[in-house]
């Protein structure tokens, strides 16, 4: 006991715990993906987890048609959201601060829930599900974790940089373009992070939306874990986990979420 | 003029959210076992909900959410904690690498998280139930505590805790009447926003329950979908939620809001 309690004496210390508990938890995990993608049924090396997925026409299909609905999602994101966080990020344009927690609190919802109000909204108002419904609903899922990074951006501007602009006698039109959306593109960066990974990465979403008739990436893989078909929906996971390595590398990190003054949201 | 489009632009987009909510909203208040059907004004729905019987099994999903959520909130409100003081403390390097690994959870997409969580319970022959489902819930809610508790502990005086030391506290009491009550308010909201993450989590959630029968409000909404017809129930329910959730984001808001100003002034 002794011994322990000097340990936590010094203050540094008292992060060890939770070292262990990450390295257990969130580390070794994602090393046993790997693993598993390289590992047969009975547990010897083998690359065919991987030559199935790219002979396999379906799976190889569902992949590229996922990260095609992925891609469209997020255009519409951003075509939706940007104005729509500028506006709130404009004091002559929105004063109120409710607006913004408007369009952030759908993001706190269980998404399921939301998916389902959503097909019941199309079934009142008779609209057949399939490809539209599941691209609309994805755009409705996922459009506040595109508004919200924008609009924080957007809020920290300088604006002595916009007035400058101005007085120097730039047009609105000039402004925009050379001044603000420069500034903004960080925010849009996160964005795009924040609705493409997990657009790519659902499953049952896609499955409610469309009856059961589109299936996505991630109810692929969902279905060979379920399956017991592991090695074969780890290799799948790992070339997810690649892909999103990927796009992350587009993207700096952000730096300012770990100096986030403590607004949650 | 300007502002008049502007406005226009963001209630448009707030109806678009909202039309699914409100229609589940407003047909929580009548009997018709298929949503859209409106066969007068009942609270029905609502007292079925809470008097159980027919629909025991919900009432038990509903019950093991709220257990799991609280249990593991309270694990990573504490863990997270202490975690954040010794993150606090640490130098350079060592700093940066725990910084990293805290991000990693948060970055991972769900279905990543569920599977590696998955496969590293297998291997380890970890029967799956109430254990791992807090373990899996505490492993993505411990990186939004820290987060939360770290701007705390930047924003205290360094001096006040050597100060308790020098004056012959115990590291003990040090902790207990310097530390805690300055970065408490980081903990509490560290603590509601785990809980909402916990409630609202379908996707890891799905991966570690295991087999045996239990159900947690996500699970139980997606077997329900699955096999067609949605239970009425959850109208009232979903509504519920999502009152509850909205209390929740305000009361959240005006402490980070207070939070500011006393920081200000």
Not at chain 1, 62 to 79: D, E, K, M, Q, R
Not at chain 1, 217 to 242: C, D, K, P
Not at chain 1, 249 to 258: C, G, K, M, P, V
Not at chain 2, 72 to 82: P, Q
Request: charged letters at 10%; a neutral charge; glycine letters at 6%.
């Amino acid at each position: 006991m002794k011994w322990l309690a000097k340990i936590f004496t010094k203050r540094s210390n008292w992060s060890l715990p939770y070292l262990i508990f990450l390295l257990l938890f969130v580390v070794l995990p994602l090393v046993l993906i790997f693993i598993y993608a390289f590992q047969d049924n009975d547990g010897n090396f083998t690359l065919d987890n991987f030559s199935k997925f790219i002979s396999n026409p379906e799976a190889a299909n569902t992949f590229v048609y996922s990260i095609g609905v992925a891609i469209i999602t997020t255009l519409l994101c951003i075509l939706l959201g940007y104005p729509a966080a500028y506006i709130l990020s404009n004091r002559d344009l929105c004063r109120s601060r409710v607006m913004v927690v408007l369009f952030i609190l759908p993001m706190w919802i269980n998404i399921l829930v939301r998916t389902l109000a959503t097909v019941a909204l199309f079934d009142f108002i008779r609209v057949p599900l399939g490809e539209g419904a599941l691209i609309f609903g994805m755009v409705y899922n996922f459009l506040p974790f595109m508004i919200y990074p924008i609009y924080n951006t957007m809020q920290k501007m300088d604006h002595s940089y916009i007035e400058a602009a101005q007085d120097l006698g730039a047009s609105p039109m000039k402004v925009f373009t050379k001044v603000v959306a420069p500034l903004s593109m960080p925010g849009v960066m996160s964005g795009i992070m924040m609705v493409f990974m997990p657009t790519i990465s659902t499953f049952a979403i896609a499955e409610l939306l469309t009856m059961n008739n589109i299936k996505l990436f991630g109810t692929t893989i969902q279905e060979n874990i379920n399956n017991g078909m592991w090695n074969y929906g780890a290799a799948l996971s790992l070339i997810m986990l690649v892909i999103i390595f990927a796009t992350n590398l587009f993207s700096d990190e952000d730096e300012d979420r770990a100096s986030n003054e403590g607004g949650i949201i | 003029m300007k502002k008049f489009f502007a406005q226009t632009y963001l209630w448009l987009l707030l109806a678009m959210l909202y039309a699914p909510i409100l229609i589940i909203a407003i047909f929580s208040f009548t009997e018709a076992k298929v949503l859209g059907n409106w066969t007068g004004f009942s609270t029905k729905l609502y007292t079925s909900l809470f008097t159980g019987g027919v629909h025991h099994s919900l009432l038990g999903a509903i019950e093991n959410t709220l257990i799991i959520a609280l249990v593991a909130a309270t694990i990573s409100t504490l863990l997270g904690s202490v975690a954040a003081i010794g993150i606090f403390n640490l130098r350079n390097r060592q700093k940066m690498i725990m910084n990293t690994l805290n991000n990693l959870p948060m970055l991972n997409p769900d279905i990543i998280t569920g599977i590696s969580l998955f496969l590293l319970f297998v291997s380890f022959g970890i029967t799956q139930g109430y254990t791992t489902v807090i373990l899996a819930h505490v492993t993505f809610c411990t990186p939004y505590v820290v987060l939360c508790v770290m701007p705390r502990l930047q924003q205290m005086n360094p001096n006040i805790y050597e100060a308790a030391l020098d004056l012959g506290a115990t590291p003990f009491q040090a902790l207990r009447k310097v530390l805690i009550p300055e970065i408490k308010s980081g903990m509490i909201s560290g603590f509601i926003l785990a809980f909402t993450l916990s409630i609202d989590d379908f996707a890891v959630t799905i991966f570690t329950i295991g087999t045996e029968g239990l159900e947690t409000l996500s699970t139980y909404i997606y077997a329900d979908a699955r096999k067609g017809g949605l239970t009425p129930e959850l109208r009232p329910l979903s509504t519920i939620i999502f009152m509850t959730v909205l209390l929740l984001l305000i009361v959240i808001n005006i402490r980070s809001e207070r939070a500011n100003k006393t920081k200000k002034a």
